[in-house]
């Protein structure tokens, strides 16, 4: 260890003279001696002090304006497990133009205490690796040399952002604790942000001091508000299953440039009212005036229609003709990308071509069709409170039959009519209208989510369950279905895949409907065949009447929740066997007849067995009717599920009669 | 925590200048070749002219009829280049069903993206990448492209048949080098004989294949190389990032590796060296030494991978190693092997193909191959293996990452074929004993230990270092029983060469047995419940059982007075040549022993017991849900 005798001395001289906290580049005993978090003991690391600011600034030579942002950070590594937090990344954004935003003054810096001594080692900064992950991202990349259980490492950087219109984004969440973790935007008050905290954790401080001349543009100095936010002791974030996009529940400071103030006084809007969003959206040739597309529907109508007279026939045929026509190219976005008469002649678009191709027809066909926009799950919730332009990721069509409204995506194959797929369904979308003023909807799954399993079947005397089996499947259980029989290349294939992986069952013979047909549920019929048992002789027969959809592990086996629950539609699942018994054979005991309910009418399971004329008649039904559960429900689901877990494992017993 | 840490990545492609305009239309291609298929390729020409050691060109030509969305990633090309890589040319385009051409593609429309994966610190390889998006099935995709390589160690390998979902028409692979070049050619599974023609401007070694079906993916098959075709090439004068050489045998590789990547990264400072006297100070047992230095590398250093240097092949210096406190598999192999060094216990640093399925180096054909790095240090009464990147492995153990395999040790005096230590089904054990109360409600209650040995050691491995918390949050995943709480869980490792891992806790399972109206349900292998395998229509692979294992499970459970037994299951014994089973049940009293051990053989068996084989596991996943049934005293 003599290597490093020097390095203390030099360091923090360093250190000292950039440092701007207290605290950064000088360890404290009582910070070296931490042995675990005491915001959660079984932390393996933990941000002990995170100190951020930034700062508007005017390039006299360019004659824009960029933002200087500094990061500082301590971090406490308690074991080996917390060594990947020694693994420090630097996300760099790329601009259109090829600019991209400018890493410096990186510094880093390992302390361990060793003999009752600070040792330090700093990294190397040819130990920096800088990599280009793609067209918008570059990333920098360093570790820690020397890092040990117990370790400090400390680092600091600059970053000069040439982008103003969300100001730097501040973390108050990792994936680790934070002790402390403070931000200071320096804003001019000629700017004005909405300022937005996500997630439940509040802050534990803020406030806003006027800062004089903060910031010079042409020779004027201009004052700003400077802004402190403060997160004290922040536990880390977890992400849990069932959750929509977890930047909903990080807690994070965002900001969106409003508006601004000319140096000669006049104010320039950035965020409208939604008003200016409609006008800006309508006008805009890559959305109004691709649902205004009308004639490009023209001569195409009569054969799209084909002789469907109602509203409710002419949107359907309408629907079906774009979603086969044109095909989505994967990418997602509000706005038409290639246009909707190329998008109709290539057969290919991305979501914003698709969609207003299909208002545009809509309108066509004499329809009453809107847009709707709206954020995806994975995109995150919308701020309803002030217009976001950009939060918007997706456009659907919404048309309007009589007093009924019907939600359409035609770039999303297999989809019924009226049913969006679970990406949409995310809070609320803003409909934007030709005709009338722009007005928040909720976004909902119209149909739930159904299967249906009937099983009439006899029991014969060798021990072998012949039968029908019938399973129906509609909304998003319908569309699964679908897709995995067209991910198996063909029906058959994908009857023979099933075969193979139900070994009990032997599947004779197999009839499909409805594939094409995608309003109606998808009805599957196999004649099938089991062992079910491998001799008759035995007085006592034990038999399980749960032949499907049988619950092994519970979805809900934590011991707490922190997040809704967020299904995203409405289930339900059916069940019912009718099996024929050998005359000599009679029903002697079964599982309980359960009927239990979730509170707020929010699902119930019932489950039924009866025994008439030599035949065992079995019922069950599951119903999980809310989309969306209260984090404070999940020990209700818990135990509901553990009850029918409890009850499926039960079973049916039938004896010889007379023995 | 056993990363791959080598990047070696195979070459795709090849050159040629196709005449005639081909005919894409679907009706061309023959029924046999779209059963099954996802996607054919109906042509693929692959020139690799090795005008130099510091100069191959590859040339690829490819059509590719994607059938349906399944397929699309057949229809994609990705290229990975770096700094002795470049791609000088992409062009390509698609066409529709009746071979009309719906559009071209240029290199621009190509994404460029770091191929660097997350858990890598610094690597300088990239990718380029193109993805069809069609919506209407089939269309056929056609590429040119041309790399150029500054290096020869590693050359382009033809691997027709490749993907089980893809068909293919036509498949062809030339090889061109300078008259003379002395080459040597693997084939594997090839029936055929190449066209060699050697005129006075080059030696054209080609090769073809035509019309091989797709073929169900099946599952417990042998690794994919044991049967398809593909054909290696090497030559002997070679360089490689600006480094010279020659080889034409394993013991000529491994001697180039070590003078040429290793022997001069090994000197340590000598404070360093005096610190590693001083460690072993007082220790005569050369075993014992070695163990005492290995925990302290593990102690001192952690896994960081780097992969910079002569391709990524380059270990970075013992010095810096130990300066940093971190490596990848080649710095942290080689700091440990310079640690041995200081005090003169010989070791090998080990070129190895790491992974799950055991992938031996190819004895009879010497090439720069394998993933990760071992070490390996023959002491006089054995030989110890150490994995380097893994801060918790026990002293001499490899796991099922590396086990029983050839690997290449890199010496002085030339490079060895080695074999990994076998785990055999005996050694790879879990034994588990446990003890539950049923109380009158059905819940459970009572105690578990288990021993984990051989590769079941490594069962566990995930959440050793974990905190208590997050160890009972992944408990309850892998126990995965409905309720169950557990208490007082302890995992302790006995680390030796045949390590094993003990697992003891407390646990309780409200309502376990199930019940109903007089009667109550108990599923009687609470903990070790075996999956279906599917069945098979058709069987072609033979079935392979990469690794065996045996698992004993001991339950005693003492059930509450007021209960009866009714029913319980019939005892069970399998013998098969896959392995065994042997199920009892044993009423004493108010206790019920219930007993199981399953061994798994490891080994290949012919295609046609392939049923014999699914018959065996699925009824034991039948017998591990045997109920014992209690009825309510008096009812």
């Given amino acids: 260890m003599k290597y490093f005798y020097l390095l203390p001395l030099l360091l923090l001289t360093q250190l000292a003279t950039y440092a701007q906290l207290p605290n950064f580049g000088f360890v404290t005993h009582e910070d070296m001696q931490a042995k675990r978090s005491l915001i959660d003991s079984n932390a393996n690391a933990e941000v002990q002090l995170e100190y951020g600011t930034a700062r508007m600034n005017f390039d006299d030579n360019t004659g824009s304006l960029y933002i200087d942002y500094e990061y500082q950070a301590q971090i406490k590594i308690f074991n080996k497990k917390g060594f990947e937090h020694g693994n420090i990344a630097i996300y760099k954004h790329i601009y259109k133009d090829g600019d991209m935003d400018k890493l410096t003054d990186v510094k880093a810096v390992t302390i361990n205490y060793v003999n009752n001594e600070f040792v330090r080692h700093e990294l190397d900064n040819s130990k920096i690796f800088n990599e280009k992950l793609n067209k918008y991202t570059s990333v920098s990349k360093f570790t820690l040399p020397n890092l040990q259980e117990g370790s400090i490492v400390q680092y600091s950087y600059k970053l000069r952002i040439n982008y103003i219109f969300n100001f730097k984004t501040w973390d108050f969440q990792s994936d680790i604790p934070k002790v402390s973790s403070k931000y200071v935007a320096f804003i001019p008050g000629l700017y004005n942000y909405n300022v937005v905290l996500r997630g439940p954790l509040k802050l534990s401080s803020s406030n806003g001091v006027v800062a004089n001349g903060c910031m010079r543009i042409n020779g004027r100095d201009i004052n700003c508000s400077k802004m402190t936010y403060v997160m004290d002791n922040v536990p880390a974030f977890i992400e849990e299953d069932y959750m929509t996009a977890a930047s909903n529940f990080r807690a994070a400071m965002y900001f969106e440039l409003s508006d601004y103030m000319l140096l000669d006084g006049s104010k320039r809007n950035v965020t409208k009212t939604w008003k200016d969003i409609e006008y800006e959206l309508v006008k805009d040739n890559r959305f109004g005036s691709q649902m205004k597309k009308k004639d490009a529907f023209k001569e195409l109508m009569p054969s799209i229609l084909k002789g469907s007279t109602d509203e409710l026939g002419k949107a359907k045929a309408v629907y079906r003709y774009i979603s086969s026509n044109i095909k989505s190219n994967g990418f997602i976005g509000i706005y038409s990308e290639t246009v909707v008469k190329k998008a109709l002649e290539s057969h290919s678009g991305n979501t914003g071509d698709i969609n207003l191709a299909l208002i545009s027809a809509l309108t066509a066909a004499d329809l009453d069709a809107e847009a709707v926009v709206l954020s995806t799950r994975k995109n995150g919730a919308i701020n309803t409170l002030f217009p976001v332009l950009s939060d918007f990721d997706y456009v659907v069509a919404k048309v309007n039959i009589g007093d009924k409204s019907f939600l359409l995506d035609a770039s999303t194959p297999m989809m019924p009519f009226g049913l969006l797929p679970l990406h949409c369904i995310n809070g609320q979308g803003r409909v934007i209208s030709l005709k009338k003023p722009s007005y928040w909807i909720d976004l909902l799954s119209s149909e739930k989510d159904y299967t249906r399993n009937n099983m009439t079947a006899k029991l014969g005397d060798d021990g072998k369950i012949r039968g029908e089996l019938i399973t129906y499947s509609s909304g998003y259980s319908g569309v699964d279905k679908r897709k995995a029989i067209q991910k198996a290349g063909s029906i058959d294939e994908f009857v023979e895949k099933l075969d193979e992986q139900k070994p009990q069952y032997r599947i004779l013979a197999h009839e499909i409907e409805n594939l094409d047909s995608l309003d109606l549920p998808l009805i599957e019929r196999y004649t099938i065949e089991m062992l079910g048992y491998e001799s008759m002789a035995h007085p006592q027969l034990f038999l399980n009447p749960f032949f499907m959809d049988k619950i092994e592990k519970n979805p809900f086996n934590l011991d707490e929740r922190t997040y809704p629950i967020d299904l995203g539609t409405a289930k339900e699942s059916r069940l019912t066997m009718i099996l024929e018994v050998p005359e000599s054979f009679e029903l002697k005991d079964q599982p309980r007849n359960l009927n239990i309910s979730l509170a707020n009418a929010g699902g119930r399971y019932l489950s039924s067995t009866a025994f008439e004329d030599h035949k065992i008649s079995f019922s069950q039904l599951l119903q999980l009717s809310k989309p969306i559960y209260a984090p404070e429900e999940y020990l209700s689901l818990k135990e509901f599920f553990s009850r029918i877990i409890q009850v499926q494992k039960t079973d049916i017993l039938l004896k010889k009669s007379g023995k | ?635």
Wanted: include cysteine; hydrophobic fraction near 35%.
């Fill in chain 2, 1 to 635: 925590m056993r990363k791959y840490c080598l990047s070696l990545f195979t070459i795709l492609c090849s050159l040629s200048s196709l005449t005639a305009q081909e005919n894409y239309a679907i009706d061309q291609l023959p029924a046999t070749l779209k059963s099954r298929a996802t996607a054919v390729l109906r042509q693929e020409e692959t020139t690799v002219d090795m005008k130099s050691p510091e100069l191959v060109i590859t040339t690829v030509k490819k059509a590719i009829t994607v059938l349906n969305k399944n397929g699309d990633v057949h229809g994609a090309l990705s290229i990975y280049y770096d700094k002795s890589r470049s791609v000088q040319r992409i062009k390509g385009s698609i066409y529709n069903a009746f071979g009309g051409l719906i559009s071209k593609i240029s290199m621009s429309n190509f994404s460029d993206e770091s191929a660097v994966s997350n858990g890598t610190l610094y690597a300088d390889n990239r990718i380029k990448s193109f993805s069809p998006v069609v919506q209407d099935y089939p269309y056929t995709i056609v590429y040119e492209v041309e790399i150029r390589d500054k290096q020869n160690l590693i050359l382009p390998t033809w691997n027709p048949g490749e993907y089980p979902d893809m068909s293919t028409l036509q498949s062809k692979f030339t090889f061109l080098c300078q008259p003379g070049t002395k080459l040597r050619i693997r084939e594997y599974n090839f029936k055929g004989k190449p066209e060699v023609i050697k005129t006075e401007k080059n030696d054209s070694y080609s090769w073809t294949a035509a019309n091989i079906p797709a073929r169900k993916a099946e599952s417990f098959s042998p690794d994919p190389d044991t049967y398809n075709t593909a054909v290696r090439i090497a030559a002997e004068q070679f360089s490689f990032y600006g480094k010279k050489g020659s080889y034409s045998s394993w013991e000529e590789l491994g001697k180039w590796e070590y003078h040429a990547l290793i022997k001069d990264r090994q000197l340590l400072g000598a404070e360093v060296q005096n610190e590693i006297r001083t460690l072993v100070n007082g220790i005569t047992d050369d075993r014992q030494k070695t163990r005492r230095l290995y925990e302290y590398m593990q102690k001192r250093t952690r896994y960081i991978s780097v992969q910079i240097g002569i391709g990524g092949n380059q270990p970075i210096s013992a010095a810096e190693v130990h300066r940093m406190a971190y490596g990848d598999c080649k710095g942290l192999v080689n700091y440990m092997q310079s640690i041995l060094n200081v005090v003169n216990i010989p070791s090998m640093y080990c070129v190895v193909t790491a992974g799950n399925m055991k992938k031996s180096l190819d004895p009879d054909f010497a090439s720069m191959d394998g993933n990760h790095i071992i070490l390996c240090v023959p002491l006089k009464t054995d030989t110890i293996w150490l994995e380097c990147t893994d801060q918790n492995s026990p002293f001499g153990h490899l796991g099922s990452f590396t086990d029983d395999r050839l690997v290449l040790a890199c010496t002085a005096g030339g490079g060895k074929l080695l074999r990994t230590p076998v785990l055999t089904h005996e050694m790879n054990q879990q034994i588990r004993h446990s003890t539950l109360q049923i109380s009158k409600d059905g819940s459970a209650s009572g105690t578990l230990t288990t021993r984990f040995s051989g590769d079941q050691y490594d069962n566990y491995g995930e959440l050793i270092q974990e905190p208590y918390t997050e160890q009972l949050k992944k408990l309850k995943e892998i126990y995965n029983i409905d309720n169950i709480i557990f208490k007082d869980f302890k995992l302790s490792q006995e680390k030796d060469v045949q390590p094993s891992m003990l697992e003891s806790l407390k646990l309780e399972i409200p309502n376990y047995a199930a019940k109903a109206s007089t009667r109550m349900y108990l599923i009687l292998n609470a903990y070790n419940r075996s999956n279906t395998v599917p069945e098979a229509n058709t069987r072609t692979l033979p079935v392979y059982i990469n690794r065996g294992f045996t698992d004993e499970d001991e339950i005693t459970y003492e059930l509450p007075e007021e209960m009866e037994l009714e029913f319980m299951p019939e005892n069970r014994t399998l013998k098969t040549q896959f392995g065994s089973y042997d199920m009892t049940v044993i009423a004493k009293g108010r206790q019920l022993i219930y007993k199981r051990k399953r061994v798994l053989n490891s080994g290949t068996f012919p295609a046609s017991s392939y049923e014999e084989f699914t018959s065996f596991m699925n009824k034991v996943v039948d017998y591990d849900r045997g109920k014992a049934v209690f009825k309510l005293k008096g009812s």
